[in-house]
């Protein structure tokens, strides 16, 4: 068994309880998790992204209004910067306009160098303008009364720096390079003596090519010629009446104070705004800024020399030239106000920028992207730690699970596995036959039943084992003794199915048919029959449906010729539609049987030949024994007197001798039609006593003239019957009464009776005689068998009579046996089967008498010469008083009877002496008188064919003998009925 255990794809218990563990809980397990980890962190990305869109919209939003807030705010400072200046030129102009109205001492602080240059020394006690007349113009007096006109303002500029928070100094500068400026600074170390103003932007910038719409302007960032540093300036020209440029008026704020301005303003995001020009300079970029442009602001400058033209920004201060603003420069510049990104220093920053309309500047809001989104950040950052956590969290889980799962695993395989190996170990003891085992004791509900069912099967298959070993033991005598009566045997034994197909075969093994059967491949024994199959196949059918045995002989052609075997069939008890045939080699019984059959066809066709040839020889010698016999009686009657006693003598001796040669003739010819097989009898009932009266009848002269007396008693005797042919059981009875009297002693008896033995009648002849020797007892039946004694020769005799008689007696289903004892006579006995239909019929007929009382009168005759029958119909008759019954026994005047009596029907028996009963119908039924009547046939040949052949003839109906009486009624009531229709 264990050859054929399945190895392949087992695994441990252990393994697969994990595995199933695993599958069934870590993996959906696992699965489920990684699915929550995916969602949790796609959807927190996702929720990024949406919170990024929306911010940044948000964000954009807020830029702008702060931006246009925080413009609108400086738009407004500058505008009041813008006024001031205005203002300032009013006055400025009126002041050129009018009279001189300050006081000459003004120009005390005035003092003109070397080089032409007029200039204050110093401020006034409390506090005015410098004064700075550039030496490229010759000054006079004119000039210098400028100065004082101009000086005449000096009070309001210093009331515009009081209230203006933004001015740090208020100017006019004159076409002629007059600079009356206040703060007070020294002019003569800051400017240079020959300063042409009008070459400098915030002078030029303000003329009428510049500015011809003579408004305020504001510059660009330029460095402070006055020493301020950098600054921007809300200038305006004053033209005089004339529309001569008189001068510019000018307002300087200094970077720094937009710088600290935009510092002030509250950008969130840690973002920070800047200040751009019209042509895109920084006019003011905050510290924070700074690093993000690589720039640092120019918020001072110093002063080592005087600033001889007009000092702008650097290039890279540009902020529309820079490369990082490529892309968004051009929209700043030409949109009012608007949104954008750049990246600077390597991060995204949002740019958001409005426009200050009267200055055309743009303030400039950068706000780093990462700083909008620092919170959202965080928290997404956050919420990746906390999903970071959650996996980390899922992997120390599942490690634990992992080992608990693998403990647990461990412990349920254990758990099972321990017991499984138990039952293993019973497994394999029971396999080598320890069939009897305690089971061991389980945790396990199931596997403690298993083990018990398995010690019970142990149990059981040991006690199966047990008896099988016993039953093989048996068994195996039985086969052996089977083998013995087998091999003693010379029967075949088969079994086959239904359809004859063979299924075992046991035998002798050199039996013949065996080897027949073991040469051929055919295994169906009906095919193997050929022609006999279907017989066989019959057979076979009949068996399983009957269940009876039978028995068939069949052969079969083999290598050593035909060989025939007896065989019995018999069903297989059940259900199985299996037979057993038991067949036996009959080849010599039926070669012998074959042999037998054919020397005895052999000596029967000799027999027959001899008796046909003796019978034609009788036939032969009859008709010439005839006429001898004739004409030699004729001669002893015509001449008797004319012939001497020796002649009379001699025809005597004629006469007997052919007598004698007619019996042998009629004896031979008797012999000859037996064992031809011509012998026709007509067995019916037959009178026991009337049969022996005629016989006596017959022998009495011969008894007389023997001197023998016959003894017999018969006339008060009861009238039997016995079924015979009533002529032929004549005969035989004459034979032995001849015998009897032959063979008898001088003035010897013979006792002639009969008797009733069961249902037969013996007919008993006895004699005084010789006897016969015990050891010719049978021979003396044989044909031509006389005895060999000294009297015997003397006795006509031709040794046929008895076997005649043994053998007619026969053919009336007979018998004829003899017992003798020498010198004291013999006893032969004729046994016949009784006849017992008269001996009742009384009693029938009366009852049935009035079957034919309906009618009136009818006649019935009856052709018949059996005297038993005629009595036994007359009786029948004569209870009937309307029936007329006429008989003969002559079928060759049955003709002329029924012209003369004319029956109503006709009652003919087939065989009587002369002419037979077909004879007599034709006969019949060729007159025209008598055709119509109904005739029936009474006849001993009850066979169906008979039967057939008697209707065939012409007959109306038929009545079988011996006569039932009932029956009889019932024939003639219907040919009477046919008479009558
Ligand atoms: P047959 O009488 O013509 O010789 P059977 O066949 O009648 O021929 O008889 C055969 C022989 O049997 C006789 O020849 C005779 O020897 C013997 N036999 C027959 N009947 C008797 C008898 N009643 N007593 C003695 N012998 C008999």
Redo the contacts with the bound molecule.
């Keep these: 068994m264990g050859d054929r255990a399945v190895k392949s794809n087992t695994e441990s218990l252990y393994k697969w309880i994990f595995r199933s563990f695993l599958k069934t809980a870590l993996v959906p397990f696992l699965i489920i998790e990684l699915g929550f980890i995916i969602i949790y962190f796609s959807t927190s990305m996702w929720s990024r992204q949406e919170t990024i869109n929306y911010l940044h919209g948000e964000v954009e939003n807020e830029m702008n209004q702060l931006v246009l807030e925080k413009s609108s705010s400086l738009q407004v400072q500058l505008d009041s910067v813008s006024i001031t200046a205005d203002f300032l030129k009013l006055q400025f102009k009126k002041a050129l306009e009018d009279e001189v109205k300050v006081n000459r001492s003004y120009l005390d602080r005035m003092a003109m160098t070397s080089n032409g240059m007029y200039y204050s020394m110093h401020d006034t006690v409390d506090g005015g303008p410098a004064v700075y007349y550039s030496g490229i113009s010759p000054i006079g007096d004119a000039e210098k009364s400028k100065v004082l006109k101009l000086l005449g303002v000096g009070s309001v500029m210093k009331d515009i720096i009081k209230v203006q928070s933004l001015a740090s100094q208020v100017y006019i500068n004159t076409y002629d390079s007059l600079n009356v400026i206040y703060p007070y600074f020294d002019v003569i170390s800051q400017y240079p003596a020959k300063m042409d103003i009008p070459k400098y932007n915030f002078y030029y910038e303000a003329d009428l090519s510049h500015n011809p719409e003579k408004k305020v302007v504001w510059t660009d960032a330029y460095l402070d010629p006055a020493g301020q540093g950098w600054m921007t300036s809300a200038i305006t020209p004053l033209y005089s009446d004339d529309s001569f440029l008189e001068g510019v008026v000018g307002i300087d704020v200094t970077v720094n104070t937009f710088t600290q301005q935009i510092l002030n303003m509250d950008i969130p995001y840690n973002g920070y705004a800047m200040l751009i020009g019209k042509t895109g300079t920084i006019l003011a970029l905050p510290d924070n800024g700074e690093s993000d442009w690589a720039l640092e602001e120019l918020n001072t400058h110093h002063y080592a020399e005087a600033i001889l033209e007009d000092t702008f920004k650097p290039e890279n201060f540009n902020l529309y030239n820079r490369v990082e603003m490529e892309g968004l420069s051009e929209k700043i510049a030409v949109e009012a106000d608007g949104n954008g990104e750049i990246i600077l220093q390597n991060a995204k920053r949002y740019v958001s920028w409005s426009t200050i309309e009267s200055t055309g500047w743009k303030l400039v809001m950068i706000v780093p992207v990462d700083s909008v989104f620092a919170h959202l950040e965080n928290i997404n950052n956050q919420l990746f730690n906390i999903g970071l956590f959650m996996i980390l969290g899922l992997i120390v889980f599942f490690i634990v699970f992992f080992i608990i799962l693998s403990r647990r695993a461990v412990k349920v395989s254990n758990l099972i596995s321990t017991p499984l190996v138990s039952i293993n170990q019973m497994v394999d003891k029971i396999r080598n036959s320890e069939y009897f085992q305690t089971p061991p004791e389980f945790p396990v509900k199931e596997l403690q039943e298993t083990a018990n069912k398995l010690a019970y099967m142990g149990e059981a298959l040991g006690i199966a084992n047990n008896r099988l070993i016993n039953t093989q033991g048996e068994l195996k005598k039985n086969e052996a003794e089977l083998s013995a009566v087998l091999n003693s045997i010379d029967d075949m034994i088969m079994e086959i199915d239904s359809e004859g197909n063979l299924i075992n075969l046991w035998n002798k093994t050199d039996n013949e048919l065996s080897l027949v059967y073991a040469q051929s491949s055919l295994v169906n024994i009906q095919s193997k029959l050929r022609k006999q199959g279907k017989v066989f196949k019959d057979l076979i059918d009949e068996i399983l449906i009957s269940g009876l045995n039978e028995t068939i002989e069949y052969f079969i052609s083999t290598e050593k010729g035909i060989k025939w075997y007896l065989a019995r069939i018999s069903a297989v008890d059940g259900e199985s539609r299996k037979l057993v045939i038991s067949a036996r080699d009959v080849t010599l019984q039926k070669e012998l049987e074959f042999s037998l059959i054919e020397s005895k066809e052999a000596a029967e066709l000799a027999n027959r030949s001899k008796s046909q040839f003796l019978s034609n020889m009788s036939h032969e010698l009859r008709t010439p024994l005839n006429a001898i016999l004739g004409f030699s009686q004729l001669l002893l009657m015509e001449s008797t007197e004319s012939m001497d006693e020796s002649q009379v003598e001699n025809i005597t001796e004629i006469t007997n001798a052919g007598q004698h040669l007619l019996k042998l003739i009629n004896e031979v010819l008797d012999l000859a039609k037996i064992e031809s097989g011509k012998m026709t009898i007509s067995l019916e009932p037959v009178s026991v006593v009337e049969v022996m009266k005629e016989a006596i009848t017959m022998v009495r002269p011969l008894a007389e003239l023997q001197n023998i007396r016959l003894v017999y008693a018969l006339s008060d005797r009861q009238e039997s019957f016995v079924i015979a042919d009533h002529t032929r059981l004549k005969q035989v009875l004459i ?1 032995l009464l ?3 009297i ?3 002693k001088v003035e010897g008896k013979v006792e002639f009776n009969y008797r009733s033995n069961d249902n037969h009648v013996i007919i008993d002849v006895i ?1 005084d ?4 020797p015990f050891d010719q007892q049978d021979l ?1 039946f044989n044909p031509f ?3 060999n ?1 000294d009297n ?1 020769f003397n ?9 005649v008689a043994k053998q007619m007696t026969e053919l009336m289903n007979g018998r004829i046996y003899l017992s ?1 004892e020498m010198n004291k ?2 006893h ?1 006995s004729v046994e016949l089967p009784q006849a017992t239909v008269v001996a009742q019929d009384d009693n029938i007929v009366l009852a049935n008498k009035t079957n034919l009382m309906k009618y009136d009168s009818y006649r019935v005759m009856y052709v018949e010469d059996n005297i038993a029958n005629l009595k036994l119909v007359k009786r029948i008759f004569e209870n009937m008083d309307n029936v007329d019954l006429v008989e003969t026994q002559q079928g060759e005047l049955a003709t002329s009877l029924a012209l003369e009596t004319k029956p109503d029907i006709i009652l003919l028996d087939l065989n009587l002496p002369g002419i037979d009963g077909f004879e007599v119908l034709k006969r019949i039924k060729a007159n025209e008188e008598l055709r119509h009547i109904p005739i029936a046939a009474v006849t001993a040949y009850a066979m169906n064919d008979d039967q057939q052949r008697i209707i065939k003839a012409g007959f109306d109906g038929y009545i079988i003998k011996p006569i039932d009486i009932q029956l009889f009624i019932d024939e003639v009531h219907r040919l009477l009925s046919m008479k009558y229709r």
């Excluded at 005689?769 to 016969?772: A, E, L, S, V």
């Excluded at 006795?795 to 076997?803: A, D, R």
């Design positions: 034979n001849t015998n009897a032959k063979y008898n004699d005689g010789m006897g016969i003396v068998h006389r005895l004694m015997n006795v006509e005799g031709t040794g046929i009579g008895l076997s003798s006579g013999s032969f």
